[in-house]
């Protein structure tokens, strides 16, 4: 059922709500891996989470052969596949090198890196506010890392390295939405990303014990459930509205770690994290504000902050 505009702002609160499911949803998935796959390469572990989810590819197989998949819309598939399935890698291997609320705090990067990229690759304009927040948010990664003061270990550089990956993923699916359901673009990242990670586990392949393939559906689980209540986030109230919700997700990331792992609370690692959520925010509330006013007026002459951002 198709809603007019007015669902997006009517309902803030369950926005938020959903939001704030999503990141207890995303929080499992990390201390899942950090439990599960301690032991596994980090290849294979993200074969086997991908591989085990394949079954909620199902659903998708009919939209999947109906669309109308062109060689453009195949290479824009492949190079997000290949992209995403490098995240993952190193992704995983961050997570069993650095604590989770470090792997939490550097993932926010990934919406600024994205905003970079949109301004480099799709054309959009990047104002000089949200050149600010940009600067604002390395001032974060920079408070987590301080280089310098204490190691920048292998995990650290491999999570600086997933957040642009990812980034790269997200640019390319915004480019594939734009003419394929979203149910065929997750349908076709699975796929691709399965497909990728084949060549990854097979030089490191060992035969999972049958708990560790339960820990690494259990993944699966977690993370598509989390995406799937972000999508219901993400109808219920704007991206300005359930950005700032996210900022839990460290909150949570933090005490676990803590709690369940005996990993010590940096603060440092909670400020920057803090600052590059902060930087997050006000460039999804900016744009939201942008696209309002682009809605309800027709462009006028004014300040380039004033104007909204090219599609």
Do not use: C
């Amino acid at each position: 059922m198709t809603h007019p505009a007015g669902p997006i702002a009517s309902r803030p609160v369950a926005g938020v709500l959903w939001m704030l499911v999503t990141g207890l949803f995303f929080v499992a998935v990390t201390a899942v891996v950090k439990h599960g796959a301690a032991d596994l390469p980090a290849a294979e572990a993200a074969f086997l989470r991908y591989a085990l989810g394949l079954v909620f590819l199902i659903p998708m197989i009919r939209p999947m052969l109906a669309a109308r998949i062109t060689p453009v819309h195949l290479r824009l598939a492949a190079l997000r596949g290949m992209a995403h399935t490098l995240g993952v890698i190193l992704w995983f291997y961050a997570m069993t090198r650095i604590t989770v609320a470090e792997v939490t705090a550097m993932n926010y990067l990934s919406p600024v890196y994205i905003t970079l990229g949109a301004a480099l690759f799709l054309g959009e304009r990047l104002q000089r506010r949200r050149i600010a927040a940009v600067m604002v948010a390395f001032l974060g990664a920079v408070l987590i890392l301080r280089p310098g003061l204490r190691e920048v270990t292998d995990g650290h550089l491999a999570m600086l390295a997933t957040a642009i990956l990812f980034a790269v993923s997200y640019l390319s699916a915004k480019r594939l939405s734009d003419d394929l359901s979203p149910a065929v673009v997750v349908g076709l990242l699975s796929l691709s990303v399965t497909l990728g990670l084949v060549p990854f586990a097979a030089t490191v392949w060992r035969t999972p014990t049958p708990a560790e393939l339960g820990w690494m559906f259990l993944v699966a689980v977690f993370a598509t459930a989390g995406h799937y209540t972000m999508t219901l986030a993400f109808r219920a109230a704007p991206v300005a509205v359930t950005q700032p919700a996210t900022f839990l997700q460290l909150v949570w990331a933090t005490l676990l770690g803590w709690l369940v792992f005996g990993e010590g609370i940096d603060i440092w690692v909670v400020l920057g994290g803090m600052v590059i959520l902060a930087s997050v925010s006000f460039i999804a509330i900016r744009e939201a504000m942008l696209k309002g006013r682009a809605r309800v007026a027709p462009p006028v002459a004014g300040p380039p902050d004033d104007q909204p951002s090219a599609q």
